[in-house]
């Protein structure tokens, strides 16, 4: 009892030479305050006052020197001020959105996605790793995750297509090995109706008339095999398939003309005429530019407008497919830049239905 009393007097006597320095303490920070605040007033003598950052700062340090009761008589700030700076403060140190790097994976390059979109369009039957494995060979280290997130966000399947290419791939890949055949109709001004057969080259787009006739039979359609490919000539090396459709009249000797060239024959599935779609193409072409604005009087002249539009088709008009060249044509004629020096020449072609243009020699 007696060593308790001991312990707490000597504990009052030694605070009071702390609480005499504490006072010092407290009075030279509300100097500091003041003039900190007169500072800061002096600095900005219109308007509202705005402290910089080192007076919250020398605020902040000086607040606990001094007790909250004396907070309102020397404080510009209450403490919810000074808990919205910290508050600031810390928000502002963990806020990555102005930073250069963000943390994590960076993100994937535009170029690298245009990239693995073009190689799915041009490759459907690649997958997302097939794609992945060849732009490591280009040099562009990709996961197949980020491969298979970029197919799947554009709409592109990621696991490859199991079955063979579409019918339009085929026609593409093949076309200079592709030569085409169809019948076109052609109704007389005496109301007969006689056939053409025609070919399509499908890689120069050369078209061919094979003949004409009223009646088209299985032996007719073989011996315009035969012309045609006595008239290829040595290109008929380059030809790979004879596309034509399950007409009756091509008989099993008609496919064996173009067999013993080494021409495989490819027939065309039942109503389905966007599998011919070139020969089809053609045939609606010789009828919006010739056949529907002529009279036709009879076989021999349907042959004779027949081959007068084939020699312009291959020889003058020019084609999207091939750059807007003829089939016969190799590039295109020298550009002239001053027409009033050059004369151009009209050329009118079955009575002007069709016009060729030139310059003058």
């Known amino acids: ?48 006052v705005r402290y910089e950052p080192a007076d919250r700062l020398w605020f902040a340090a000086l607040s606990s020197l001094i007790p909250r009761c004396r907070w309102a008589q020397v404080f510009p700030v209450t403490p919810a001020t000074l808990l919205a700076w910290h508050r600031r403060l810390i928000a502002r140190k963990w806020d990555y959105s102005k930073r250069r790097r963000r943390p994590g994976r960076p993100s994937t390059a535009s170029t690298v996605k245009d990239l693995v979109l073009r190689l799915a369009r041009e490759n459907p039957r690649w997958g997302c790793r097939r794609i992945q494995g060849e732009l490591v060979r280009l040099g562009h280290p990709v996961g197949s995750t980020t491969v298979w997130e970029i197919l799947t966000a554009a709409g592109f399947d990621p696991a490859p297509r199991r079955g063979g290419p579409t019918w339009r791939e085929f026609l593409t890949a093949q076309a200079e090995g592709i030569i085409a055949c169809d019948f076109v109709h052609i109704d007389l001004v ?13 890689g120069t ?111 003058h008009r020019p084609h999207q497919a091939r750059g807007q060249l003829p089939p016969l044509a190799q590039e295109h004629p020298v550009s002239v830049t001053n027409l009033t020096a050059h004369r151009i020449l009209r050329t009118r072609i079955l009575g002007g239905v069709i016009s060729e243009y030139r310059y003058a020699a």
């Not at 030479?17 to 003039?35: F, M, N």
């Open 1 to 48: 009892m007696v060593v308790s009393l001991v312990y707490q007097v000597a504990r009052k006597l030694l605070a009071v030479p702390a609480v005499l320095l504490r006072r010092d303490a407290v009075k030279d920070a509300e100097l500091l305050v003041l003039r900190y605040e007169n500072a800061a007033l002096r600095r900005q003598l219109s308007g509202p």
């Open 190 to 202: 005496d109301l007969r109706r006689v056939y053409a057969l025609v070919f399509l080259e499908h």
């Open 205 to 315: 787009r050369r078209l061919h008339i094979a003949g004409v006739t009223a009646h088209p039979t299985g032996p007719w359609t073989v011996q315009q095999a035969r012309n045609l490919a006595v008239e290829l000539g040595v290109r008929v090396d380059s030809l790979r398939f004879l596309l034509r459709d399950r007409d009756a009249k091509y008989a099993e000797s008609f496919d064996a003309v173009f067999a013993a060239d080494g021409i495989g024959v490819v027939r065309t599935a039942p109503r389905v005429p966007r599998m011919n779609a070139h020969c089809e193409r053609v045939i609606g072409t010789l009828r919006r530019e010739v056949l529907d604005h002529l009279l036709i009087w009879s076989e021999f002249h349907a042959r004779q407008v027949l081959d007068a539009y084939a020699r312009h088709y291959n020889g």
